[in-house]
């Protein structure tokens, strides 16, 4: 009797220890994969909300179809926001709330149109059951959108965090250069100024400035206007103020970037350089310095 009580108890402890182990396996893998649950659970929350005011206004209210979609488009919007920055990206800030709900607009706007034309030319040119296709395009669509909250509307404080980490606290003002190679006579740094930058030039350039990048042009205008979007995205949250030293096809990327992440740009450029017309009015807002 007691070999046989000692049995059980073993045999318990044991399967207590395998469940404990399992749990703290299972809470290990939700706290690894927490931001991704949370992006689920908050758009699964707004589609809800949608759904639930359709009904309220519309069949139990008797509401106008149109009126009562756009009301529950708009709530669940909202909904959807809120929990995605303060929940899901833990984004406290609300300086740059405006800018950020723009972007988050023209996010959902693209998925709707991306969607639809998804959809269409899997069925109509594939011939894809039209219930797969819808489900193939949401994981799409889901995976860029996470993306772009990620990376793009609500990156500023974490990239900051790990900015401030690594370089320490800002003694003194930042800025992030932009530059052709055959415009280097023309800078003239500060000394109560930090530098960093890109050099936008042929392979094969060489400069003695520290903490700059070589950006070595491509005969493909789209892939050179990538490259220098994405080392100047790379480096705006570091820098207080982006600086492009002339109007040419490193301007407009560089200015894309400032603008995205609330940052000063600065347009260093002569006189009769200036931009006018349609592209004035697409770089409208900058800071220009004329020499």
């Known amino acids: 009797m007691r070999s046989l009580g000692k049995r059980v108890r073993c045999q318990s402890l044991q399967g207590f220890k395998s469940l404990s182990f399992r749990m703290d396996y299972l809470l290990n893998l939700l706290h690894k994969y927490k931001t991704y649950i949370k992006f689920g659970i908050s758009g699964t929350t707004a589609t809800i909300t949608d759904l639930f005011l359709l009904y309220i206004f519309h069949g139990i209210l008797g509401i106008g179809l149109i009126l009562s979609s756009s009301i529950a488009f708009v709530a669940a919007f909202l909904v959807s926001f809120y929990l995605q920055k303060f ?6 800030s609300t300086e740059k709330i405006p800018r950020q709900l723009s972007i988050y607009l023209f996010v959902g706007t693209t ?3 991306l969607n639809a034309l998804i959809v269409h030319t899997a069925v109509r040119e594939f011939h894809i059951y039209y219930l797969l296709a819808q489900l193939v395009s949401t994981i799409l669509l889901s ?15 974490q990239r900051e965090k790990k900015l401030k980490k690594k370089f320490g606290e800002r003694d003194k003002q930042r800025f992030f250069i932009l530059i052709n190679a055959q415009d280097l006579n023309e800078y003239k ?12 030039g042929d392979k094969g350039c060489k400069s003695e400035l520290p903490n700059f990048r070589l950006v070595v042009r491509s005969s ?6 990538i490259k220098i979007f994405y080392q100047t995205r790379k480096w705006i949250h570091w820098s207080d103020k982006v600086k492009c030293y002339g ?3 490193i301007t407009l990327p560089g200015y894309a970037v ?13 006189d009769e350089n200036r931009p006018k017309g349609w592209y004035r009015k697409i770089i409208r807002g900058m800071e220009e310095v004329v020499s």
């Open 111 to 113: 998925n709707l149109v």
């Open 258 to 270: 400032a603008r995205l992440a609330g940052k000063r740009f600065i347009l260093q450029i002569k």
């Open 247 to 249: 109007l040419n096809e």
């Open 220 to 225: 493909n205008k789209f892939l050179n206007f």
């Open 87 to 92: 929940w899901t990206f833990r984004n406290p």
């Open 189 to 200: 740094p500060a000394e109560d100024c930090e530098y960093r930058g890109i050099i936008f």
């Open 143 to 157: 995976i860029w959108s996470f993306l772009m909250n990620k990376f793009v509307i609500f990156e500023k404080e």
